[in-house]
C-alpha cells in the first residue's frame, strides 16, 4: 500500500497543533521527520518572531523547531519592558507588561509608590503602593502582537503585603476596551477577604452587599496573586487593523487610604 | 514548379496550425490507460507544461505523457474536476469555497491517494486543500488513531530490533509515549538477557558463592564475567538502576535527523541486571557498569 510522502504529511502536520506535532512523533519514522521539518514549525511560529528574536538574542538556531522551543521559555522583548512567551502546545502568544510599562497615576511620586527590585519579580522592577486615595493602573497592548482568533484574559499580577490597609473596604472596577469597543465593566476586591470579617459584614449588613459578583484576586502558582482585568478577542489575521487593547483598574470610589500592594505587571495569555 | 512548392507549403502551414491548435493533451496514467483532456485545463501543471513544450509529448493519442505512478484514474478524473471548475474566471471566492467543502467529502482513502497524486503533480492549491482536511482529521488524536486514517503501518521494520526499542523523545510528556518508552525498556532488558545468556559459553549454574566470594573474585582477578543465572531473581532497590546506555548503540544505523535520547527507566525489576557483560564485546565497558553495581551490592 502506497503510503504518503514526507512532504505530504509535513503539509498535514502543519494543519494540526504543536501538540500534535510532538505527539505523532511515534506514529512512524516519516512522522518523525515530517515532524522534526522547518516547513512545520515555521508555520507555527507567530508572525514576526523573526523581528523579536532579533532584538533579544543573538543564538543562531539550528531548526525552526529549536527556535520554537526557545520562545516557550520566556523572552525579554523591549528593553526589559515586556516579557513574550508562546504557549507549548497551542504556539498561542502570552505577553507580560512590566509595572515601569503601565501607567499608574502619581507611581512618580516617592512618596505614594516606591520602585524596587524584588528578588520574587520577573522583571527587574516591581512597585508597591505606600499611599494613596486614587488607585488608577492601566496598561496597553496591539491585538496585533498577539495571536489571532484567539480569547485572551488580562490579568494584573499584585502581593498584598503584611502591613496593607484599605484594601478590602471598597472593590475595584476593571475593564478592558478593544479599539472604539464598548467596555464591560467588571469589580473585584484587591485583596483577599479575612473570614472573620466576612462574617461580621453578613452579619451587620445581611443580604444587602452580596459577594458573589465581586471577585478576590487568585493565588497563582509563582508565588503572586492575580485579579483578572477582563477579557477580550483578537480578530483574524490581517483582517482589521490592529487595534489598540486598554486594560485598567481603578479604585477611586473609596475615599479611604489604602497601602501594601506590590504590582509586578499585567499578564495577557489565552484563556482556555 | 511554382504552384507545387506553393501548395506543398500551404499544406505544411496548414498543418502546423491544426497542431498548434490542438486543443487536447493525452495523459497516460499507471495502469496503462490513455485520457483525452482538454489543453487548457492541464497545461498550466508544471510537469505537462514541460512535456509539451520542450519535448513535444502529448499532442497525440501515440505519444501521451505519462503521468506520475501516484495518479491512476480516479484520482485524475477528480483532479481534473476541480480544475475545470477553478480556472473559469469570474467565479466568487464564496463559490470556489462552497465547491471546495463539497469536492473534499470524500473517505480518507481517497483523500490520501488524491494528496499523493496533487503533491506528484505539484498541484499545490489541491495539496493544500487536502491536506488540511487530512490535518483536521488527525487534530487531537492517538498514534494509533493517525495511523488508522492515514494507513501507516506500524512500521518501524527497516530499524533493527535493539532501534526500534529505544526511548522516543517525550517533550510533551504523552503518556501514551511514556507508556510506550516503560515497555520498550522492559524489552530491551529482556533481549539483553536473552542475549548474553546465548553468549556466554560457560555452563550455566547458579551462582552459589557469598558476596563476599564474589567480591574477592572480582577484585582479585580479571574484572569480567561474573554471571547469574536467568533463574535467579533478586529483588534490588529499584532507586539507582543504571543501565548500559553505551552498548545500545552498537549496530543502530541513524539518519541525521532522528535524534534519540536515552532514558533511565525507573522500573522495578525482576530480573537481575547487575552485570550487564558481553562475552565478546568491549571489555572496557564491562569494567564502568561493574564498580556503581558493585557498590550497589555491597551496599546491601
Request: hydrophobic content about 35%; proline content about 3%; overall charge neutral.
Amino acid at each position: 500500500m502506497k503510503m504518503l510522502p514526507e512532504e505530504c504529511v509535513a503539509n498535514i502536520l502543519s494543519f494540526t497543533t504543536p501538540a500534535d506535532t510532538f505527539s505523532s512523533a511515534s506514529v512512524s519514522p516519516v512522522f518523525r521527520l515530517a515532524g522534526d521539518s522547518d516547513f512545520v514549525w515555521e508555520k507555527f511560529l507567530p508572525s514576526g518572531y523573526s523581528r523579536l528574536i532579533s532584538t533579544s538574542t543573538h543564538r543562531n538556531f539550528s531548526s525552526k523547531k529549536e527556535l520554537y522551543r526557545c520562545l516557550c521559555e520566556s523572552v525579554l522583548i523591549d528593553n526589559g519592558r515586556k516579557i513574550f512567551k508562546i504557549e507549548k502546545l497551542s504556539g498561542k502568544i502570552t505577553y507580560v507588561l512590566s509595572a515601569r510599562d503601565l501607567s499608574i497615576t502619581w507611581s512618580d511620586q516617592r512618596h505614594y509608590w516606591s520602585w524596587s527590585n524584588r528578588s520574587d519579580s520577573r522583571f527587574s522592577e516591581a512597585v508597591q503602593l505606600i499611599m494613596t486615595d486614587w488607585l488608577e493602573i492601566t496598561g496597553k497592548i496591539q491585538t496585533g502582537a498577539l495571536s489571532p482568533n484567539t480569547s485572551y484574559g488580562a490579568y494584573l499580577l499584585m502581593k498584598v503585603t503584611e502591613r496593607a490597609y484599605g484594601l478590602d473596604l471598597v472593590p475595584a472596577e476593571t475593564w478592558v476596551k478593544v479599539g472604539n469597543g464598548g467596555k464591560k465593566i467588571h469589580t473585584s476586591y484587591l485583596s483577599c477577604l479575612d473570614d472573620k470579617k466576612q462574617l461580621m459584614k453578613r452579619l451587620f449588613y445581611g443580604h444587602r452587599e452580596q459577594r458573589m459578583a465581586k471577585k478576590e484576586p487568585r493565588v497563582r502558582g509563582d508565588g503572586w496573586m492575580e485579579i483578572e482585568l477582563g477579557e477580550f478577542e483578537t480578530g483574524r489575521e490581517g483582517e482589521e487593523h490592529d487595534k489598540e487593547v486598554v486594560m485598567s483598574l481603578t479604585e477611586v470610589k473609596g475615599y479611604q487610604l489604602k497601602g501594601g500592594i506590590v504590582i509586578d505587571g499585567i499578564e495577557v495569555r489565552p484563556k482556555r | 514548379m511554382h504552384c507545387a512548392t506553393c501548395s506543398k507549403n500551404k499544406l505544411l502551414f496548414a498543418l502546423s496550425w491544426i497542431q498548434m491548435m490542438q486543443s487536447y493533451i493525452w495523459l497516460k496514467t499507471a495502469d496503462g490507460s490513455i485520457h483525452r483532456v482538454e489543453k487548457e485545463i492541464v497545461i498550466f501543471f508544471p510537469m505537462i507544461c514541460q512535456e509539451v513544450v520542450c519535448k513535444g509529448v502529448g499532442t497525440s493519442k501515440n505519444h501521451p505523457i505519462s503521468l506520475p505512478q501516484q495518479v491512476n484514474q480516479a484520482t485524475l478524473s477528480l483532479i481534473l474536476d476541480y480544475c475545470r471548475f477553478h480556472l473559469v474566471h469570474g467565479r466568487s471566492n464564496k463559490e470556489r469555497k462552497t465547491y471546495d467543502q463539497k469536492f473534499i467529502r470524500m473517505d480518507t482513502t481517497m483523500l490520501r491517494e488524491l494528496a499523493s497524486a496533487a503533491d506528484s503533480l505539484q498541484l499545490k492549491p489541491l495539496v493544500d486543500l487536502t491536506c488540511r482536511t487530512l490535518g483536521r482529521s488527525t487534530e487531537g488524536k492517538t498514534p494509533e488513531e493517525i495511523r488508522e486514517i492515514l494507513n501507516f503501518p506500524d512500521d518501524l521494520s527497516h530499524l533493527t530490533d535493539e532501534e526500534r526499542l529505544l526511548p522516543l523523545k517525550n517533550t510533551m510528556d504523552d503518556p501514551g509515549i511514556r507508556l510506550l518508552n516503560r515497555l520498550n525498556a522492559k524489552k530491551r532488558k529482556e533481549l539483553k538477557e536473552g542475549e548474553r545468556l546465548q553468549n556466554v559459553e560457560v555452563e550455566e549454574h547458579v551462582d552459589e558463592r557469598s558476596v563476599d566470594d564474589l567480591v574477592s573474585f572480582i577484585n582479585g582477578g580479571d574484572a569480567k564475567v561474573v554471571k547469574t543465572s536467568k533463574g535467579k531473581k533478586k529483588n534490588k532497590k529499584k532507586k539507582d538502576q543504571k543501565i548500559v546506555s553505551s552498548n545500545e548503540k552498537e549496530g543502530a544505523e541513524e539518519t541525521g535527523s532522528i535524534t534519540r535520547e536515552v532514558e533511565v527507566p525507573n522500573l522495578p525489576s525482576t530480573e537481575d541486571d547487575i552485570f550487564t557483560p558481553k562475552a565478546g564485546s568491549e571489555d572496557g565497558d564491562s569494567d564502568d557498569e561493574m564498580d556503581p553495581a558493585m557498590k550497589e551490592m555491597l551496599d546491601r
